[in-house]
């Protein structure tokens, strides 16, 4: 609220704008650390679910891209608040920077839940370089970093057709 207000009163609204964007960008975040963290385990259904209110959310602030969540969940498993909560924001970082950076006009999330744990965020826009470690590699080292502590494979693909974010889990999936 007061942001709000001093939006209103202020003259350079650019900054405030951004502090509001960047304030609500946050407390989303912590809302969802905290919904995970309230659990003993996360299912993927659940986590799938949740995904899907971040793209709602998301997504309205960009309405000529068009995003698609599949889900193709034939096992349910559960994943720890730790898997959880890297999964989601590696899922969140890939979405963005899609929506963000790339010019994509569509990006499809599948979400497969079967014999392993697959994601997968793809877009049709323009690639980047993945062994690229700079400012510009759209957080792929963020992305690695929160894979590696979820105990999951990452693999990034870009090129002219768009980028791929994979995500894979095939051990320590424990099933309901």
Excluded at 33 to 56: E, G, P, Y
Excluded at 64 to 75: A, F, G, K, M
Excluded at 128 to 145: A, I, K, L
Aim: aromatic letters at 4%; glycine letters at 8%.
């Amino acid at each position: 609220n007061n942001v709000v207000e001093l939006e209103r009163k202020s003259e350079d609204k650019s900054e405030l704008r951004n502090l509001k964007e960047n304030t609500a960008v946050l407390m989303h975040a912590l809302r969802e650390t905290i919904w995970v963290l309230q659990n003993a385990t996360v299912s993927i259904t659940s986590l799938s679910d949740r995904f899907k209110n971040i793209v709602n959310r998301i997504g309205t602030g960009y309405p000529e891209v068009t995003v698609e969540v599949r889900d193709l969940i034939s096992r349910e498993v559960r994943l720890s608040p730790t898997e959880g909560i890297n999964l989601i924001r590696i899922m969140q970082e890939a979405l963005t920077n899609a929506i963000k950076h790339s010019g994509c006009r569509r990006v499809r999330i599948d979400i497969e839940s079967s014999d392993a744990l697959r994601v997968s965020v793809t877009d049709n826009g323009v690639g980047f370089d993945t062994e690229s470690e700079s400012e510009g590699s759209f957080g792929s080292r963020n992305m690695r970093e929160r894979a590696r502590e979820a105990g999951c494979d990452l693999r990034l693909e870009s090129g002219a057709y768009g980028t791929a974010v994979h995500i894979g889990k095939v051990s320590g999936l424990e099933g309901l």
